[in-house]
């Protein structure tokens, strides 16, 4: 992976869907992306209003606290931002403020994603996954970038697209709690 400057913003639980069914690359198994779209996050997480101005959790705790008592299945997320911003043919810096906790040791780096937010304050669309882009860009099996660099340069050329969700776009760095307690069956 390339050693791209990033700061955590956050963790989110999500349920992990396949990516078989979803994604027509055959090397993609788990949707992980940043978005909703697909692999979705609590019922009604927002109306517990503990999140941040990205749309997520500050610490581990308040992610676990908006999981449905009988909700199984949901994989806790943790998300750093990469300082840059893409819209059009524009890179820009991207000054980052958290208050979000640093990624814990027992989670696993997973790749990077490219993420929209044009319409709110949340992130809204990932085109690697929402708009089938994991077959132009060489997407691992977590439908993410491996590599920083990569995901950089796949992030402006979805920007100067205009076929895919409208931007401007976001760099964020994707890991996932090991843990079978948040890693149960689909």
């Not at 893409?86 to 990077?112: K, N, R, T």
């Not at 860009?137 to 979805?158: H, P, S, T, V, W």
Request: glycine fraction near 8%; charged fraction near 25%; charge should be negative.
């Amino acid at each position: 992976m390339h050693p791209l400057a990033a700061t955590p913003i956050g963790f989110f639980p999500k349920i992990t869907r396949l990516g078989a069914s979803v994604v027509s690359d055959a090397q993609v198994d788990e949707i992980c992306s940043v978005s909703e779209c697909i692999s979705p996050g609590p019922p009604g997480w927002i109306e517990h209003w503990v999140h941040n101005e990205w749309g997520l959790f500050d610490t581990e705790g308040l992610a676990r606290r908006i999981i449905p008592n009988e909700g199984t299945g949901y994989d806790l997320y943790a998300y750093e931002l990469a300082p840059y911003r893409c819209d059009g043919d524009f890179l820009e810096p991207l000054p980052v403020q958290s208050q979000a906790d640093g990624i814990p040791e027992d989670y696993e780096l997973l790749g990077y994603d490219i993420v929209s937010r044009s319409d709110g304050a949340f992130f809204e669309h990932s085109p690697l996954s929402c708009n089938d882009g994991a077959q132009r860009f060489a997407a691992n099996r977590y439908c993410l970038i491996e590599d920083g660099k990569a995901a950089l340069q796949a992030m402006q050329a979805i920007s100067r697209d205009g076929t895919y969700e409208p931007g401007p776009y976001y760099l964020v760095r994707v890991y996932r709690r090991r843990s079978d307690l948040f890693h149960a069956s689909r």
